[in-house]
Each structure stands twice: as C-alpha cells, then as structure tokens.
T-cell receptor, first 114, second 114 residues
Framework: DSGVTQTPKHLITATGQRVTLRCSPRSGDLSVYWYQQSLDQGLQFLIQYYNGEERAKGNILERFSAQQFPDLHSELNLSSLELGDSALYFC?????????????FGPGTRLTVL | AQSVAQPEDQVNVAEGNPLTVKCTYSVSGNPYLFWYVQYPNRGLQFLLKYITGDNLVKGSYGFEAEFNKSQTSFHLKKPSALVSDSALYFC????????????FGSGTKLNVKP
C-alpha cells in the first residue's frame, strides 16, 4: 500500500459527460501527479501540482483540468468525454517538487466511456 | 521523437537466470531516470532511480540499473530472477530541460518461468 488513495475505483459514463477523479496524497507529500494509462497510448504524464500550484504539464487535453486544494488533495476533471478517454487514471505523490523525487502511485481509477 | 524507448515488449527468462530489461532515452541535458514495476490491476511501484553520482544504482527487490551516458541507456538488471518478478516494467525519464516533463516507456512484460 503506497499511502496514496484514489476514488472512485471504477467509473462508467457516457460520451459527452463530465467526471471528477479524486486523489489524496501520502501524508506529508506536497506534490501530486496525474497520469493516463491506455492500451494505445501507454502511460502518459498529464500534470503535476506542488502545494497548490501547477509545476509541470504533460500531454493534458484542453478538455481536462486539475487542481490541488489547500488540504493537498487533488481532483482531475474530465469533460466532454469521448470513447478514447477510456483508460486507467493514476495519481502519484512525492514529498517535494524536486524533479528527482520518488513518486508513489495510487491504485488508479478505471474510467469507461460508453 | 520518442523520449524513452523500451525495445522489447516481452522478456522471457528462466528462474534463477540473470535478467535484463532494456531502456534507452533521448532527452538532452542530464535527465533523471527511473524504473517502476506494475503488477496486474495495481498501481506502479518504484524500483530505483538515477539522479547523479555512481552509475550503478541499486534498488528494491535485488534490482539494479546502470546509467550509461554515452549509450543513453539505463538497463534494469537482476542477477537471479524469481517467478514473483513477473510483471510489467516501465522505464521513465524526467526532462529537466523541458519543463520537467515526465516520459514513460511503453513497458516490458517480464515472464519468469519456473
């Protein structure tokens, strides 16, 4: 158990809808990362937040947004969902914002868009 | 251009034999390099990382990796494979010269047979 929690575990929704995925980092960790894992795209880095501020940005679509709250939990919002958004979404956390920090991954949220 | 390449989709090895999972990268500057392992229906677990210093890095579960700057490689190795090592292995690189973007390889499935 990494100490990172993600809810929900599974999510099934329809195209065009909007969903919110939630992540609670390990106790004391200030950085949160979001990743998308799909069969065709592999594991893609989406975005990193550190203590509430955006730190690094990867291949995150404009339909997707994220934020980190004062209690350090983070939410990933996915809107205008398409079939291709079906994937496993992972959150990870690390202690600081250093590029070399070890990331600890949550169990993931499996999103299915029908 | 692919930033991280894992040329083998699958590696098969007999229990007790040494194993190597290959990784090459193509980011500029001095990247940070990581190996993660993913077991079925689980999040990624950190194995080891190279930040600076000794090119041979030792990590969890008896794994090690050697950073080779001239060959831009970071191959994962273990002297004696266990059946329980069977999993999906990901190499990752943090590009410190490109807004700290994080790139993962496509993954290599390691099968260790008894």
């Amino acid at each position: 158990d990494s100490g990172v929690t993600q809810t929900p575990k599974h999510l099934i929704t329809a195209t065009g809808q909007r969903v919110t995925l939630r992540c609670s980092p390990r106790s004391g960790d200030l950085s949160v990362y979001w990743y998308q894992q799909s069969l065709d795209q592999g594991l893609q880095f989406l975005i990193q937040y550190y203590n509430g501020e955006e730190r690094a940005k990867g291949n995150i679509l404009e339909r997707f947004s994220a934020q980190q709250f004062p209690d350090l939990h983070s939410e990933l919002n996915l809107s205008s969902l398409e079939l291709g958004d079906s994937a496993l979404y992972f959150c990870a956390s690390s202690a600081k914002m250093s590029s070399g920090d070890t990331q600890y991954f949550g169990p993931g949220t499996r999103l299915t868009v029908l | 251009a692919q930033s991280v390449a894992q040329p083998e989709d699958q590696v098969n090895v007999a229990e007790g034999n040494p194993l190597t999972v290959k990784c090459t990268y193509s980011v500029s500057g001095n990247p940070y390099l990581f190996w993660y392992v993913q077991y079925p229906n689980r999040g990624l677990q950190f194995l080891l990382k190279y930040i600076t210093g000794d090119n041979l890095v030792k990590g969890s579960y008896g794994f090690e990796a050697e950073f080779n700057k001239s060959q831009t490689s970071f191959h994962l190795k273990k002297p004696s494979a266990l059946v329980s090592d069977s999993a999906l292995y990901f190499c990752a690189v943090r590009d410190r010269d490109n807004f700290n973007k994080f790139y993962f390889g496509s993954g290599t499935k390691l099968n260790v047979k008894p």
